[in-house]
């Protein structure tokens, strides 16, 4: 058909031709209408699906986002619980740091005010032994010369011949005043301000010239002694009293053992200290007594003044050294350490 010609029913060749085509204009216009329906039909259903999908993916994320927020929940209470873990640990190694701390204190505490009652005692011991010495000092004098023309008149008299009766008396008397004048030497020792004259020296030289002597002390009580010198330097000591120290920790150490029992004496160094020990095997000291040696007139002895080892403590003063007693049921040994000497040397 000529594209000139109208769509008027004058323009068709025939009506059937005419109503064709307006039938086709009408069915096109419907299929065109049903086209955008579908249209609108499949954009709507797009939509849905797209929600559809796009509320699946989120619903799906959401599952993941919440496993994943499960996942770091758990590895955050894993995490806490091993920091916890750790902290306690850290904690526990800590506290045990700080008992250590404190036992380490506690301990050097302990040891501080052992060590002040041991000072306390020691300075209550030399306070009464400077008393005594200071008594000593002040009525020796006095109380040796009338002595002395006691005993002079004494042996005059028994050496007479119409007294010779009572020469046994005599010589009791005599040996009494020896003895009190030998008491009173000891007193004297006894005093704070005596005069010491120190020298430096070997301590191993002079108990090497002593052992003689102490060995035939124990000899002739069925005893033995031992010196057992070690290395050892110099120090400073007044001879005599170092000397009257020595023997009286010998004897003491002898007097209190059984027959066959034996003194060990030895020297060492003990840091920048020089000790000498007196060991001997007897039954031990009683723990009641430890803490009253030293003390004047307190002795165990039958016979004895109870000034021997106040002499021991006074001398040891006097050379700022120290007395230590170890004691047990298999013996006793009595330790005199000895500081390092000072640089001036004494003469």
């Known amino acids: 058909m000529p594209a000139t010609r109208y769509y008027r029913i004058e323009d068709w060749e025939s009506i059937e031709e005419w109503k064709s085509f307006i039938d ?15 249209q609108r039909m499949v954009n709507d259903r797009t939509n849905e699906l797209k929600q559809e999908v796009d509320k699946r993916e989120l619903k ?17 209470r894993e995490l806490k619980h091993e920091a916890e873990k750790i902290e306690l640990k850290e904690l526990k190694a800590e506290r045990h740091s700080l008992q ?10 302990n040891h501080e005010v052992e060590k002040r009652k041991r000072i ?6 030399l306070e009464r032994l400077n008393v005594i010495g200071q008594l000593a000092a002040g009525l020796g004098h006095e109380v040796r ?23 046994s008396y005599f010589d009791l008397m005599i040996e009494e005043l020896d003895r009190t004048n ?14 010491t004259e120190l020298k430096r020296q070997s301590l191993n030289n002079l108990l090497a010239n002593l052992f003689p002597l102490l060995l035939a002390d124990a000899y002739t ?5 031992i010196f057992e010198p070690g290395d050892q330097a110099d120090v400073d000591i007044d001879t005599n009293e170092i000397t009257q120290l020595v023997l009286n920790f010998a004897r003491n150490g002898l007097e209190s053992m059984s027959k066959d029992g034996c003194l060990t004496i030895k020297t060492f160094m003990e840091g920048q200290n020089r000790v000498v020990s007196f060991k001997d095997e007897g039954m031990g000291i009683n723990p009641e007594h430890i803490s009253k040696l030293g003390t004047p007139f307190f002795t165990t002895k039958e016979s004895g003044t109870g000034l021997g080892l106040s002499m021991c403590y006074s001398i040891a003063d006097r050379h700022r050294a120290q007395i230590e007693v170890e004691t047990g049921s298999d013996g ?15 003469s």
């Open 120 to 125: 306390e005692l020691e300075v209550a011991k």
């Open 24 to 38: 086709m204009k009408i069915e096109l216009k419907e299929l065109k209408a049903e086209r955008l329906n579908l």
């Open 182 to 195: 030998s008491i009173i030497s000891d007193f004297l020792s006894l005093a704070k301000n005596k005069q």
């Open 332 to 346: 006793t040994t009595f330790l005199v350490r000895f500081p390092q000497p000072e640089s001036v040397i004494y």
């Open 221 to 225: 009580q069925g005893k033995n002694c």
């Open 145 to 167: 010369n009338p002595m002395t023309t006691i005993r002079g008149f004494l042996q005059m008299l028994q050496n007479k011949t119409d007294l010779l009766t009572y020469k």
């Open 60 to 76: 799906e994320l959401e599952e993941q986002r919440l496993g994943l927020q499960r996942i770091v929940d758990d590895r955050e």
């Open 100 to 109: 250590g701390m404190i036992d380490d204190r506690t301990k050097e505490l």
